[in-house]
């Protein structure tokens, strides 16, 4: 059975990939690397990787996208983040620059991708003393303080909080289950061992931390959102 061009632009695909996994390249970064190139390949079909223009490949980063977020409506289309089609360009540069440095391709079209600005703003690190006096107030309730430990101690984000129900702790093992992340899958995560490391490691954040205490507070939120 005869080869087609698609396949020809797999198993090139294929072999670097195979290449970045010699080079010890990190489980998700060949993860992202994986599913940039299959779409990529979806997008040309039969064109060999080596007649690919530039307006092609300009086409492929600037496509629409599947809705993602929980935000978005169902089949909603939508353009991709800056950080996204940045994302895109890097692989398919670092796929293209592999190709031509081996003599696969005699052009690299890729060179004049123009990659997004991406204009992040990392927020300031909270003095700890600020820390402490938030954490610290008469005010604040174990609810709160529980839903404030989430955010700041173990990354979730804002809506992942709001949406947050009874059902989704287990309190005997100190987990969140099947809780939805911002690309709308459902996780787990166990906050009980990440509270627990920023408390034995870095104790002047968290100056009332006792794990009695803690339990308590974890049924405390359970209670509350049932009501």
């Known amino acids: 059975m005869k080869s087609t061009t698609a396949d020809r632009n797999t198993a090139l695909a294929v072999e670097f990939l195979a290449w970045q996994q010699k080079r010890n390249r990190a489980y ?6 994986t599913d940039v190139l299959n779409k990529l390949l979806a997008w040309i079909g039969d064109t060999p990787l080596a007649v690919v223009s530039t307006t092609t490949l300009e086409r492929f980063v600037e496509r629409p996208r599947a809705r993602r977020r929980p935000a978005h409506a169902r089949g909603q289309v939508i353009e991709g ?3 996204t089609r940045r994302r895109d360009i890097t692989v398919i540069r670092s796929f293209y620059k592999y190709l031509t440095e081996r003599g696969l391709v005699a052009t690299n079209p890729a060179l004049l991708l123009i990659p997004q ?8 690190a909270i003095d700890d003393a600020l820390w402490r006096a938030v954490w610290c107030h008469r005010s604040l309730d174990s609810t709160e303080r529980t839903v404030l430990a989430l955010g700041c101690f173990c990354g979730l ?12 702790f287990d309190l005997g093992g100190h987990h969140l289950v099947e809780f939805k992340r911002k690309g709308g899958n459902n996780a787990s995560f166990p906050y009980g061992s990440a509270i627990r490391l920023i408390a034995e490691r870095l104790p002047q954040l968290v100056p009332e931390y006792d794990p009695v205490r803690r339990n308590r507070r974890q049924r405390c939120i359970s209670d509350n959102r049932t009501r």
Do not use: F, G
């Open 28 to 33: 998700n970064t060949l993860v992202v690397y």
């Open 81 to 83: 983040a800056p950080a």
């Open 117 to 124: 600005q991406v204009h992040n703003i990392a927020p300031k």
């Open 157 to 168: 984000r804002r809506q992942e909080l709001v949406d947050l129900t009874a059902s989704h």
